[in-house]
């Protein structure tokens, strides 16, 4: 009897492992037939892309939206790893991801200069707002402009949170700063998550913090959050999310056509047109403008790499 | 206080309605963390019975490694597998990154020290004289390592706890081998750093509450078993 328990201890193990090593191999429900060995995951290779992106594109549930008409439409499974724009870009320079959708565009230009990202296209754009809690300490409510807000944040030395995770929120952060010719790291007040902007948002929600925060992961969140809008509309404040493929040639592992294909995809009718409808439940408003058909100009961004 | 009782109502309008792939997020959390236990079960009682039966040079050290493992950070576990499994790893042409497999493979490598370190305990409080005894009645190496394991059931069945619970709720290593992708490698933990992240407390109390009556019920299950053969 005692040995029939180690037994079926065993068994159970054994059929576990194989189940789960076969929902591996077997990850979506139209991969269709049996997997087997190593002809299946090379197949499976050429099948799957990985999606390097940001954390607002995840946390807003665009992608939730995006991604299954593009799977429907093509024969590819997407794998979307959703970091910080900083992260994403740096998958793409060491060929770990195949295609890639970010908002940094300064950083951008470094990696398609390098030869790692190809083919770099205009998908859509959002902006930027500053939250803070309804008493604002700052006093930055009725200001324009976002040097000067921040001169009044940092006056009034009241709480900010800052990503400091790398990401396309976190540079353009930190060039806001340097645009007012301040400097607020190492100050007590001056806070780092070190997290995605939706995590970032709650720790300020529950800090009472002001945070530079993109319109749609706000949106999404609105809900749980006491923050409230401060400031918006400054052209300082537009966020640009660009597609770039990364360059098959120059890495082995990467799947071109693939990457090619979602690239392809985001800037399609189509996929703007879902772009175009995915509206902010409560108030109607988009939470991203698509791009496709525009160029860098027309955003008023000087040159194509802002 | 509005947010624990509207997030616990609506968590359990959430179990109740079934939506929200609880049960396939559930499943699949059950697999791979079970799978995990069972390699490092595997694992763990090699090593720990080759640690606990021959003595030689450096084994004290090695015993040491095994202890320290039993603590071993499951962020670092999961950077090392990453950085060997992404593409520009030395095992990227396997592609087994942000998969499953993966994520056996990460919690294997946090489960199995604490395994070995059950394992080398228990087998060193075995009396000495039962393998003479074992070896002098004529059984063969195999019947003589099923029956010393045997009589250690019971601290491997805590083994086996230990280390499921730990693979279970392990969340750093999960997330950045596996990457939380929807269908494919979400996992209980994973679920819920994305929910909370996403400002929604109510699913994210529902999986948690998923999360702690599993830990239970698997532990439930394996104390009955040790009560029972224990008596």
Redesign the interface.
């Known amino acids: 009897m005692n040995g029939k328990w180690m037994l079926f201890g065993l068994l159970v193990a054994l059929v576990l492992s194989i189940t789960a090593l076969e929902c591996g191999e077997n990850g979506d429900d139209g991969s269709g037939s049996s997997p087997q060995g190593t002809s299946s995951s090379a197949r499976e290779g050429a099948k799957d892309i990985i999606v390097a992106t940001t954390t607002s594109t995840q946390d807003s549930g665009l992608l939730d939206v995006l991604v299954p008409a593009f799977e429907e439409e093509t024969r590819y499974n997407v794998k979307v790893i959703a970091v910080g724009t900083g992260q994403a870009l740096a998958m793409g320079e060491r060929g770990d991801a195949d295609v890639l959708l970010v908002h940094a565009p300064a950083s951008e230009k470094m990696l398609v200069d390098s030869g790692a990202g190809i083919n770099r296209r205009l998908v859509m754009h959002n902006d930027f707002i500053i939250l803070g809690p309804e008493s604002d300490p700052a006093g930055i409510k009725g200001t324009t402009s976002t040097v000067e807000a921040f001169e009044k944040i940092y006056e009034a030395g009241s709480t900010f949170l800052n990503r400091g995770d790398d990401s396309g929120t976190d540079k353009l952060e930190r060039s806001l700063w340097k645009k007012a010719g301040l400097d607020p790291s190492g100050a007590s007040w001056y806070e780092e998550s070190g997290q995605g902007m939706g995590a970032t948002l709650q720790i300020a929600n529950q800090r009472d913090a002001y945070i530079l925060c993109d319109r749609a992961t706000y949106f999404a969140q609105r809900g749980s959050l006491s923050l409230v809008i401060l400031l918006e509309g400054d052209p300082a404040l537009l966020n640009v999310y660009s597609v770039i493929q990364v360059n098959p040639d120059k890495f082995d592992l990467v799947n071109g056509p693939g990457g090619e294909a979602f690239a392809d995809f985001v800037v399609s009718d189509k996929a703007q047109q879902i772009i175009a409808d995915f509206v902010d439940e409560v108030s109607g408003e988009p939470l991203f403008i698509p791009d496709a058909d525009k160029t860098y100009e027309d955003l008023g961004l000087s040159t194509p790499f802002g | 206080m509005d947010l624990i009782w509207d997030g616990l109502r609506e968590s359990l309008d959430i179990l109740r309605s079934g939506d929200y792939d609880l049960w396939q997020i559930t499943l ?1 959390s ?3 963390s ?2 995990a ?3 490092s ?1 595997v694992f763990g009682v090699a090593i720990g019975a080759a640690l606990a039966f021959n003595d030689f040079r450096g084994r004290g050290f090695l015993v040491t490694l095994v202890n320290t493992g039993m603590g071993l950070p499951p962020v670092v576990v999961g950077l090392l597998v990453a950085i060997l499994l ?3 790893g030395p095992f ?4 087994l ?5 993966a994520m ?1 493979v990460a919690q294997t490598i946090i489960a199995t020290p604490i395994v070995t370190g059950f394992t080398t305990a228990a087998l060193r409080h075995l009396d000495p004289r039962l393998r003479t005894q074992v070896y002098a009645l004529g059984a063969s190496r195999l019947q003589m390592l099923w029956i010393i394991l ?1 009589e250690t ?1 019971l601290p491997l069945l805590a083994a086996v706890m230990a280390g499921f619970g730990g693979a279970i709720s392990e969340i750093g290593a999960s997330i950045m081998v596996g ?6 490698t979400r996992v209980l933990t994973t679920a819920v ?2 929910e ?6 109510a699913p994210a109390i529902a999986l948690s509450l998923i999360l702690l009556v599993l830990i239970f019920i698997v532990n439930l299950v394996l104390t009955s ?1 040790q009560q029972q ?1 224990g008596t």
């Not at chain 2, 990154?97 to 497999?101: D, N, Q, R, V």
Request: hydrophobic share 50%; charged share 15%; glycine share 12%.
């Open positions: 699949r059950l697999l791979i079970g799978s236990v069972a390699l079960l992404w593409r520009s990227g042409q396997m592609r990154i942000y998969t499953p497999a056996v045997w059931k990457g939380n992708l929807a269908g494919e750093v994305l909370v992240s996403r400002g929604n407390f078993v053969e």
